[in-house]
Each structure stands twice: as C-alpha cells, then as structure tokens.
C-alpha cells in the first residue's frame, strides 16, 4: 500500500499570491505545504554573473506566446526575488475601470478606500521605503530633471529596498546579493516556515483532481535542479484546500489541464489575461545636452552616462493619473533598468529605417550607458487568451532554463494600441525636446508585446461570465480551490502591480481560512505581520464581516 | 576550401558566423574571410563569441544547427534567385550574399508571418547575446578578457570579489515638483 501525502492546505506557487496565503494559514494554526516549480536559492547564491546556468537564468522565466511574452520569477519567492521592488499603490480611478466590458470590472466591494487598509497590511509585512530624492538613481534624476524641464511632475517611487544595504548595482534581476530588496525571503516566507509550512523546490504542479471524499488531489512532476527540461519523477499530495499562485501566466493553464479531472471550468479561466499595458522605450542621451540643457552633472566629469548603475525603477512620471481623463489615455512613466540580454535585442535605432540588428544597433549599442528606459503602463483592453495547455508546465521549455514557448496570444485592440501611441509620443516630447535623446520604442514585431507584470487570467469579478473567481477569490464552481496571485487582478492597474496582488491576497484570506473551517481544518485568521507588528491587523479588523458575509 | 555538401562542418560553421555577423557586424578576422562580411568596425557577434553560445545545448539551439544552416542556405539561394543575383559556388548560398542581402534575408525571415519566424529569432536573441552579454562565459572574466561586446558597451568591472557596488549612484538633488495627488507614503492617490 503506498501512503497518500495529505495536508490541509496546498500551495500552488511561492510568489506573492503563495507566501502570504501560507504565512496567514501557517500561522492560524493549519498544515500548508507549498509546491514550487522553481529552485531555492539564497542570498549567497545570487551572482552578478550573465553566464546561461548562472541565477540569473536559474531563477528567471521567459515565455515566448503569440503577440505577447511574459517574464517572472522561477524560484521560492517567485517574482519577489526577480523583481525591482517598486510598490506603489494603484490610484483611485483604477478600481472604476470598465475595460472591455462596458461595466465597472472590479467587485463592487473593492475600492481604493475599502483596499487601503489591506495595503497597509503589507506595507506593515514588506518594509516599503518612501524613497527621497537623495535614493533616486542617476536614471532617475535624469528623469525627473526631463520631466521637469517639460513643465511636468516626477515622483521618487516607493520601493521594497533597504536603502542603507543597496549598492545600486542593477543586479535585482539575478537576485538581490546585498539583502537590501525585501523579497518574500525575509518576511512572509520564513514566518510561514516558522508556523510548520513546509515548501517544495522543483516540483512543478501540472493539474488538480477530486476525491471521492470531496478533497483535491495535486499532481506534480519532479524537475531536474539543472536542466529544467528534464523531470525526474512524479507524485501527488491531497489536500483539504487548494490556493493557486502560480502567477498569471500559469495558473489559468494548470485550471485548463484540470478541466479534464474537476469538470468544466469558468468561461474566464484563461481569458482576459492584460500585460498591464506594459511598453518600454530606449533613449539614447545626448551627454552635453544633458549638461547644458538640465544642468546636470555627476561631478566626475560625466552628465550622465550611467545606464548601468542604480536600482531598477527609481522616479515615474504620474501626470497622466488623472481620474478625469478618458480611460485608455492614463498612464504612468517609469524609469527603469533592463539588463542586457533581454534588454537590449528588442531596442530600435532611429532614422528611417529602424531596426533591432545591424551596424547601426551596434553603434548604438557603443552608447549604452548613455542609454534611459522608460517603462509605460496604460490600460490594455484585457485581450490575451491562453490556447489549450502544453504538455508540462506553462510553456514548452526551448533552453535548459529560462526560455520556453508558451500558448498565450495577444492582439492588442485599437485601445490598447492608441495607448501605447500616445504614451510613445508623451515620452518621445520630453525626451527629445532641446536635443536632449532620440527615443525609439521597442519593437513588438519579434516576440510580440511583452510583460514582466502578468495580470487578470483568472480574474475576480462580481460577474460570472467575465470573472473566474468571486470577490472572495473563489473559483467559481469549485468550492475549496481558490486563487491569490496576479491572474485574480480584474486588469491594468496603471502602475506596478505587487503591492495590489499582495493587498489583495491580504483580502482573501479570511475568507480562506473559513473554507477551511468548513472543512474541518483547525485554522483561524489573525495573524500579526510577519514582523510581530499588529496596527495592520487593527486597521483591517472592521472590514472583516462584511468580507465573510455570503 | 570548396563545401562538399550543405551538411559539412566547415560549411555549416560559415554559414552560422554569417548569421551571427550579420545580426552584430564586426571587421573581417583576415582579409579572405569570407563569412564576415565586415559591415563594421570592431568585433562583432562572431568575435564575441556566438558561434560557442550557440554549439552549447544549455540553449536548446544547439542540437538544430545543421538546420539552421541548411534552411538559412535554401533561404539564401530562393533570395538569390528571386533577385538574379550573382552566385559564388566556392561558399555557402548565405556566405555568398553581402551584408546587404544578407540583412534582406534575416528580416524577412524574422518579420512577423513568417512560417519560421520563432525560430531565427531565437537564434538571433543568442547572437545577440553573445554580444550584449557574453552569455556563454563568466562575465568578470568576460570583460577581464576584453570581451568586444561588453568593452564596447561600456559595462564597468565588477570589485576583486565579481560584484558591482556604485558607491556614488545618485545627483542627490530635487530634480522635478511632486505629483499634487501625493500620499504620505509616496504613492498616487
Ligand atoms: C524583472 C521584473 C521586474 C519586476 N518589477 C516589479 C516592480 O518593481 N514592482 C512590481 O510591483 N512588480 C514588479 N514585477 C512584477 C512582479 O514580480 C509580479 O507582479 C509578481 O511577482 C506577481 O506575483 P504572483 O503572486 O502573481 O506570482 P509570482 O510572484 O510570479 O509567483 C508565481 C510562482 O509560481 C511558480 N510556478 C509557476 N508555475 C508553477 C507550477 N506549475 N507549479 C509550481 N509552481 C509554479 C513560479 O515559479 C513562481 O515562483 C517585476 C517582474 C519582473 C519579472
């Protein structure tokens, strides 16, 4: 007889969605095992290093699809230990967006006001440094100082970054060396391990099925710590309840591998998907117009010139946030850093005849670290589809690690289009005004759009036919199976999107934790922050009943 | 030094290098070098080390290059064709092009509709690589090695221990007013 593996409450993922449902459930007192596709590294294992095999490519995922690839995390942390750390909150208008279905698409009980309290809960369990002018990065500067001279506003960006610990080495996308990122690593992650959950490297969940008895049944198969490509075995763990975090661009595909065993899923389970209007531009300064037209200068005899230096994002653009404006023309503008490797194939030149090889790509290539990359986020029209799933996992893996093929296809619609036109020519006026830069998008035409911010496959909704969860994060039809991560976000939120999916996930729990109830499971919700500290506790209390009201 | 047949190393490696040089240019290795076409100054992709990333099967390329070379070649002999171009039989049909061609060629094959498209742009995001981050080596070592790509780009050298710190990183200064619908925790409201 061969023993069945049980717990209470399966984890699917150990990103945002994952960690903070384990901390919450761990801590109320329930068995949480959590399975992650990707391997656990630690702060020593981080390497500056761009070597294919190195953690940068150990950690890191690329999924190639039809007219959109997504980026994230492949690691215990999932995108928290990739990612750069800025955690704004989404502005007011955000949660009135009606999108392409004519109707307000958030949950009529979610609203700035009614999320706020929840985003304190996180800002509580992140540490989240308001960053000052003093932190912003030469990039950053640079940013602001344009903005401003085109007579607009610019704001350092809060960010989840020990500022005394960070040594701006732009190496956030092979894990933080430094400490100085707060990823899930330091807060949710080793208090949900300390209340007995217990996670699962290298072991990627393909589908779920149901027992007789009414509990779910995970299956998963063992990956290979190197080559990725490769599986060393299989097995499966049943549990009471079952929370899917395995980020937006992969937990739709493991609920459609499931429809075979659970039954017909939801019409939006693998709909809707939004890249969250996610667009980059290049531009290339001109140093002596940086210095006589702004002013600036880094006291050793260089303008600027420091592409390679800072910490991701550090000052956005956020005039074009403005609730009175039509939906699809507000947008932010951020400053960011994208390393080479992926950051630098899809930058155009400029001229007649742009291109993304070539002499004239080596030329500016020969200019990088007079290169700026600003980063837009508009609001797309919701319009990705995931196809029928691959054999594993979300894509079929072409390199050892890293990059694989994937089933999403985007189109983007005329308003996602316009957006992204618009948004071009507001950075291309204030970038190239007085000489200071050429600008060139990045091209779409080789791997289609792309988003390292997946959101909405699998999305929240008071409507059963545009939303697969309900405003408790249910999936709808299948009570006991709920999902946290960035697949529950309605769409683009306009700005970054981690502090939302973790408010989010903050939001969800409760409702969790009585699932579990009834099912016997001995768990309560109350948790403090992982830190100990219990005002976000307090401040969330009040909207708890209403929450649990059916 | 004449290809035998489409399948030879030599003629497969050429064809390759073209590839490679024709997504990063550089300058002729000798002047009957033939698979670089010399578009540009400097080292390119070939210098840069291409040719090693993509024979390495952690980028899952490695085991289709005969393909790639042979579909490359028929691709290079329709254009040829298709355009009345000169012929060279003493190299490969892409080897023969000159950049200009060769460029005609990869951007057709890359264009979105393409049939075969993901699959040069996979091989071209390595070439790519191989330039902008000398993804086949160390990078500390890389650019102690004066690797073309990352010397020409500027990428600074890490401390003795292969980190980087910028310990000045910031113009320190009020650069721009704040958004008015700021909240006190530095987010939009
Ligand atoms: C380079 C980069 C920079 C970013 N910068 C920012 C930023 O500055 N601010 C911001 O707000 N956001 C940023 N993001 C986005 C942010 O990281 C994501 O929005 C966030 O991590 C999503 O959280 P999640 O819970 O949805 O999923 P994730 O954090 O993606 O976690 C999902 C986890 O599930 C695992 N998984 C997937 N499939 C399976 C499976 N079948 N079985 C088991 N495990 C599986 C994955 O390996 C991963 O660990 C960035 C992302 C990237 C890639």
Redesign the pocket.
């Known amino acids: 007889m061969t023993s069945v593996e049980r717990t209470d409450v399966l984890i ?8 903070i449902a384990a901390y919450h459930l761990a801590a109320g007192g329930a068995k949480v095992v959590m ?4 391997p656990w590294l630690g702060t020593d294992d981080f390497e500056h290093d761009y070597k294919l095999g190195s953690s940068y490519t150990r950690i ?2 690329f999924v190639v699809g039809d007219g959109m690839s997504t ?18 909150r989404a502005p007011r208008f955000v949660f009135d967006r009606k999108g392409s279905i004519a109707r307000r698409m958030w949950p009529s009980a979610i609203t700035r006001d009614t999320l706020d309290p929840w985003y304190d809960r996180v800002a509580e369990s992140i540490p989240i440094t308001q960053q000052g002018w003093e932190d912003a990065s030469y990039s950053g500067g640079l940013w602001a100082a344009a903005c401003n001279h085109a007579g607009r506003t610019a704001n350092p ?1 809060p ?1 989840a970054v020990d500022t005394t610990k960070c040594t701006n080495c732009n190496w ?2 092979a894990g933080c060396r430094f400490e100085a990122k707060q990823s ?1 690593l330091f807060n949710y992650l080793p208090a949900a391990l300390a209340h007995g959950a217990e996670i699962k490297p290298l ?4 589908k779920i099925s149901k027992n007789e008895d009414g509990d779910y049944r995970v299956h ?1 198969l063992r990956v290979d710590d190197e080559d990725y490509r490769e599986t060393t075995g299989s097995g499966t763990i049943d549990a009471k309840i079952v929370v899917i ?7 739709p ?2 609920l459609q591998r499931s429809e075979a065993t659970l039954g017909p899923m939801p019409h939006a389970v693998g709909r809707y998907f939004s890249g ?1 209007g996610e667009r980059l531009n290049t531009a290339v300064l001109n140093e002596d117009r940086v210095r006589d037209v702004l002013g600036l200068d880094r006291g050793d005899g260089l303008a600027y010139a420091a592409n390679q230096i800072g910490k ?2 550090t000052v956005a653009n956020w005039d074009r946030l403005d609730g009175s404006l039509p939906e699809y023309s507000r947008y932010s503008l951020e400053q960011l850093y ?1 390393p080479p490797g992926l950051g630098t194939i899809l930058a155009l030149t400029g001229g007649a005849d742009p291109s993304w090889f070539g002499p004239d790509k080596k030329e500016m290539l020969a200019r990088w670290r007079s290169w700026l990359i600003i980063f837009q986020m508009i609001e797309d029209d919701n319009e990705g589809v995931f196809g029928p799933p691959p054999e594993r ?2 894509a079929d893996r072409l390199s050892q690690q890293m990059l694989g093929i994937g089933r999403l296809s985007y189109k983007p619609t005329l308003n996602t289009s316009a957006a992204w036109a618009m948004a071009d020519a507001d950075v291309k006026d204030i970038l190239e005004r007085d000489g200071l830069a050429t600008v060139t998008p990045w091209t779409n035409d080789l791997v289609g759009a792309y988003t ?4 909405a496959s699998c999305r929240i909704g008071d409507d059963p036919h545009t939303s697969a969860l309900d405003d408790g994060h249910e999936l709808r039809g299948h009570p006991g199976i709920f999902v ?5 976000v309605p769409g683009a939120l306009t ?8 408010a989010l ?1 903050e939001r969800a729990i409760p409702g969790i934790v009585r699932a579990a109830q009834e099912r016997g499971v001995a768990v309560t919700y109350g948790a403090p922050a992982p830190s100990g500290a219990t005002n976000g506790r307090a401040g969330v209390q009040p909207l708890i009943p209403a929450l649990l009201r059916k | 030094m004449r290809p035998q047949t489409s399948d030879d190393p030599q003629t497969r490696t050429m064809t390759l290098e073209a590839f490679a040089d024709t997504i990063i240019p550089g300058e002729k290795r000798s002047s009957d070098d033939r698979a670089i076409a010399g578009a540009a100054p400097g080292g390119g992709a070939v210098a840069a080390g291409a040719l090693e990333l993509l024979e390495w099967d952690a980028t899952g390329v490695s085991g289709g290059l005969d393909d790639f070379a042979r579909a490359l070649n028929t691709h290079a002999q329709a254009h040829t064709a298709e355009f009345g171009l000169p012929t060279d039989d003493t190299v490969p049909p892409f080897v023969a092009l000159s950049y200009e061609e060769r460029s005609a060629v990869v951007k057709r094959l890359t264009a979105p509709g393409h049939p075969e498209k993901a699959l040069w742009v996979s091989l071209a995001l390595f070439c790519n690589m191989s330039y902008d981050s000398a993804a086949h080596m160390s990078t500390a070592d890389a650019i102690a090695a004066g690797h073309p790509g990352l010397t020409s780009m500027g990428v600074t050298t890490p401390d003795a221990d292969g980190l980087w710190r910028f310990p000045n990183f910031s113009y320190g200064r009020p650069l721009a007013a704040l958004h008015p619908d700021t909240t006190a925790s530095g987010s939009p409201a």
């Open positions: 699917v993922g150990t990103g945002f969605g994952g960690a399975l992650e596709r990707g890191f995922d980026l994230g995390g492949n690691c215990v942390g999932g995108g928290s230990v990739v990612y750069f750390a800025a955690m704004p960006v960010a956030m996308m899930l072991h990627e969940v393909q998963y975090a395995a980020g937006a661009a992969a937990t595909v493991i969250n991701g994002p994208f996992g979300n390292v911010h997946p959101l946290t991560d960035g697949s529950a700005v970054n999107p981690a502090m939302t999916i973790s996930a």
